[in-house]
């Protein structure tokens, strides 16, 4: 069944965060990722105003999402990231028999 990570990123340094994006991109697809969403702008409609970049990652299973965060290939683009932005990041398993996104490319 399909998981997601959701992300809400905010970049504090965006060079060190360019880099951060091409090792994380490399990582996401080496364990069967797919970005559905990644930046563009946020409009919040209820709640908490602070949204930045938002990034949805779909993966094949809520175990092969968490083989991917806690991989040696996501470890150096990982320790990046978190010197470089401030992040929330959560997973969430898909609905039994939902279709959609999990084939989107990204």
Request: no cysteine.
């Amino acid at each position: 069944m399909t998981a997601y990570v959701i992300a809400n990123v905010e970049v504090t340094d965006k060079d060190a965060y360019a880099a951060y994006i091409s090792l994380a991109s490399a990582s996401v697809a080496a364990f069967g990722g797919q970005y559905i969403a990644r930046g563009g702008e946020v409009t919040v409609l209820e709640g908490n105003k602070n949204w930045h970049r938002v990034v949805i990652l779909a993966f094949p299973s809520l175990a092969r999402a968490q083989e991917w965060y806690a991989s040696p290939d996501y470890a150096a683009a990982r320790a990046i990231r978190q010197r470089a932005a401030r992040s929330e990041i959560v997973f969430l398993p898909g609905m039994p028999g939902a279709t959609g996104a999990a084939g989107a490319a990204g």
